[in-house]
T-cell receptor, first 114, second 110 residues
Framework: NAGVTQTPKFQVLKTGQSMTLQCAQD?????MYWYRQDPGMGLRLIYY???????DKGEVPNGYNVSRLNKREFSLRLESAAPSQTSVYFC?????????????FGSGTRLTVV | QKEVEQDPGPLSVPEGAIVSLNCTYS??????FMWYRQYSRKGPELLMY????GNKEDGRFTAQVDKSSKYISLFIRDSQPSDSATYLC??????????FGKGNQVVVIP
């Protein structure tokens, strides 16, 4: 099925460990996004990539890095995980005219940092 | 003041009732308005889309936009237990970036 695929679905890390969350879309979308979702906080934008080769900070970028590997793939890296990064992470993608068609979200990665 | 305000308080209704959800916003440039539905442990999925002011109906769902009041609404008629989910409003001024509300959890009781 066409859509946004995130891996892994679940992960437990120890404080200080690093990991990369993977995201791939097969809809030929230009823009991709990483959000985190916490109870009572809603969706908060971490980083986004308006097009292949570009990345920009969102609302809560500290502690994260991203790579737009190609048009299909956008990864999120935690270099030194902290308990405050325990969250559900969603990747999303959109066509150039996102306002007309909205975002397509992946199913999420549930990350726990202990 | 946040760009988009959505009361996140859980809403419980009996099956068959009308569910009414709303968001307010502050950015006059917003022209594109959406509602997302998010089931537990799933990603948000686009439910309704409206451009500018007016109403849009899709089956049991109706989206309304009042740009003069900076107020949008989602109504669910004849609610079903399968409608139990979190509903998020989202809006854009056309710059490829969406502003989201915090989401409203709805529980439909059989």
């Amino acid at each position: 099925n066409a859509g946004v695929t995130q891996t892994p679905k679940f992960q437990v890390l120890k404080t200080g460990q690093s990991m990369t969350l993977q995201c791939a879309q097969d809809m030929n979308h230009n823009s991709m996004y990483w959000y985190r979702q916490d109870p009572g906080m809603g969706l908060r934008l971490i980083y986004y990539s308006a097009s292949e080769g570009t990345t920009d900070k969102g609302e809560v970028p500290n502690g994260y890095n991203v790579s737009r590997l190609n048009k299909r793939e956008f990864s999120l890296r935690l270099e030194s995980a902290a308990p405050s990064q325990t969250s559900v992470y969603f990747c999303a993608s959109s066509a150039r005219t996102a306002s007309n068609y909205g975002y397509t979200f992946g199913s999420g990665t549930r990350l726990t940092v202990v | 003041q946040k760009e988009v305000e959505q009361d996140p308080g859980p809403l419980s209704v009996p099956e068959g009732a009308i569910v009414s959800l709303n968001c307010t916003y502050s950015n006059s440039a917003f022209q594109y308005f959406m509602w997302y539905r998010q089931y537990s442990r799933k990603g948000p999925e686009l439910l309704m889309y409206t451009y500018s002011s007016g109403n849009k109906e899709d089956g049991r769902f109706t989206a309304q936009v009042d740009k003069s009041s900076k107020y949008i609404s989602l109504f669910i008629r004849d609610s079903q237990p399968s409608d139990s989910a979190t509903y998020l409003c989202a809006m854009s001024g056309g710059n490829n970036r969406l502003a989201f509300g915090k989401g409203n959890q709805v529980v439909v009781i059989p």
